[in-house]
């Protein structure tokens, strides 16, 4: 094939940013399973987008922490995606 070709963080479309985000906040993968479906390369670069763009509060996550949201569920509820997941894994 052609020559390999380092990826910017302005190929990346708002469409896009918001997709990756609404699919880590629902639950769908974790910030570094985005990064490697995704093919992108830099290590913080999901986190800058989630803390900019995502409905959770990502400002106060650090460390192990990172893999999943923590939910403040007094001022955000659960959207219907997540209340979904959380009942089926109680009828499991």
């Known amino acids: 094939m052609g020559a390999w070709i ?12 918001l997709a990756v985000v609404e699919q ?4 769908e993968m974790t910030y570094k399973e985005a990064q490697s479906r ?10 800058i987008w989630l803390r900019k763009h995502g409905q959770l509060d990502w400002h106060k996550l650090g460390g192990s922490d990172l893999k999943r949201p923590v939910m403040e569920t ?5 959207t219907p995606e997540q209340r979904i997941k959380e009942l089926e894994m109680q009828l499991k």
Not at 38 to 47: A, D, E, K, M, W
Not at 74 to 78: A, F, G
């Open 6 to 17: 380092k990826r910017t963080q302005r190929d990346y479309t708002m469409a896009f940013k």
């Open 24 to 27: 880590i906040e629902k639950g």
């Open 38 to 47: 995704y093919g992108i390369q830099g290590r913080s670069t999901v986190l």
């Open 74 to 78: 007094e001022k955000r509820p659960q």
